[in-house]
């Protein structure tokens, strides 16, 4: 199991940026593969975007794509979700989450697809 420690939420005006960041600790990340999902009161936990155990290939939420990027950091056992000319609507709690996987190219977009959460960082847009 890792350990999974999300960071670097806040307060951003519209148009603005923040880059999340979500640490490990118990395992190597490069056995994983990743996603961050949001949710906002009442409503599910939804993807955001996903990767695969190989960094090669990730399926992003059609509304951040051009906006969201990822980005993992090997020596620092750290991936990263960097968020640019944010929206209100992008307002949520922010969950990085891990995939033990053999599997180099899959890519999961389901909650119960992933063993292990962290335990989220709020993110909120102002008009």
């Known amino acids: 199991q890792v350990q999974l420690v999300e960071s670097g939420g806040g307060l951003v005006q519209a148009g603005g940026s923040l880059r999340l960041s979500c640490a490990a600790s118990?395992?190597?990340?490069?056995?994983?593969?990743m996603g961050w999902f949001r949710q906002t009161p009442g409503k599910g936990r939804e993807i955001v975007i996903a990767?695969?155990?190989?960094?090669?290939?990730?399926k992003y939420k059609d509304s951040v794509k051009g906006r969201f990027t990822i980005s993992r950091d090997d020596a620092k056992n750290t991936f990263y979700l960097q968020m640019n000319s944010l929206k209100p609507e992008d307002t949520a709690v922010y969950y990085c989450?891990?995939?033990?996987?053999?599997?180099?190219?899959?890519?999961?977009?389901?909650?119960?697809?992933?063993?292990?959460w962290g335990r989220g960082t709020q993110v909120t847009v102002s008009s």
């Open positions: 989450a891990a995939r033990l996987t053999v599997d180099g190219l899959g890519m999961w977009t389901n909650n119960e697809d992933y063993n292990d």
């Open positions: 118990g395992h190597t990340l490069s056995s994983y593969a």
């Open positions: 990767t695969s155990r190989s960094g090669e290939f990730s």
